[in-house]
T-cell receptor, first 109, second 112 residues
Framework: GQSLEQPSEVTAVEGAIVQINCTYQTSGFYGLSWYQQHDGGAPTFLSY????GLEETGRFSSFLSRSDSYGYLLLQELQMKDSASYFCAGTRVNDKLIFGTGTRLQVFP | DAGVIQSPRHEVTEMGQEVTLRCKPI?????LFWYRQTMMRGLELLIYFNNNVPIDDSGMPEDRFSAKMPNASFSTLKIQPSEPRDSAVYFC??????????FGNGTRLTVT
């Protein structure tokens, strides 16, 4: 089957660094994306890894290892506004995007 | 661009009634996706279109659900008859090929 697993919840304090992991058990994913969703809002795109390695976008970085079926999102210098749910999503060869189980991040002052 | 536009924002209906959700994608986007989000099941892909043609509807729960895209600027998701378990937030998203998805604000459906 197709599944992308994430921890259900992560907590951290302002200014800290947090890593949200994503593991998947399927073949055929050729890229991994990350989306952010605030309560009551729509998912918004954060980052995409087409190849293995690290992609950096400001305070956010994303990593992919296709041989390990594993990726993560790294958030640095956490701010209160980063409190949200974060989803990894795998792209299949026919452009079908499957979302992970989601991780709720709570940032405390 | 106004982004992906969904209507209505909220829908409350009684079990057995027909529900129609609407979506206007961003102009020029080749792909349109319908997702359903619940606490229990997360974000589920229901169906997606490429150039108005349905590509994969394997996520559509059952025959009560149907989706159409009569032209590049409009899509509908219909539930007939609706059931309480259909209560969820339904998102429409569009994208160019090999590009991130742009989501609409969603329709919150409550079936009583």
């Amino acid at each position: 089957g197709q599944s992308l697993e994430q921890p259900s919840e992560v907590t951290a304090v302002e200014g800290a660094i947090v890593q949200i992991n994503c593991t998947y058990q399927t073949s055929g994913f050729y890229g991994l994306s990350w989306y952010q969703q605030h309560d009551g809002g729509a998912p918004t795109f954060l980052s995409y890894n087409a190849l293995d390695g690290l992609e950096e976008t400001g305070r956010f970085s994303s990593f992919l290892s296709r041989s390990d079926s594993y990726g993560y999102l790294l958030l640095q210098e956490l701010q209160m506004k980063d409190s949200a749910s974060y989803f990894c999503a795998g792209t299949r060869v026919n452009d079908k995007l499957i979302f992970g189980t989601g991780t709720r991040l709570q940032v405390f002052p | 661009d106004a982004g992906v536009i969904q209507s209505p924002r909220h829908e409350v209906t009684e079990m057995g009634q027909e529900v129609t959700l609407r979506c206007k994608p961003i102009s020029g986007h080749d792909y349109l996706f319908w997702y359903r989000q619940t606490m229990m099941r997360g974000l589920e892909l229901l169906i997606y279109f490429n150039n108005n043609v349905p590509i994969d509807d394997s996520g559509m729960p059952e025959d009560r659900f149907s989706a159409k895209m009569p032209n590049a600027s409009f899509s509908t998701l219909k539930i007939q008859p609706s059931e309480p378990r259909d209560s969820a937030v339904y998102f429409c998203a569009s994208s160019p090929r090999n590009s991130p998805l742009h989501f609409g604000n969603g329709t919150r459906l409550t079936v009583t």
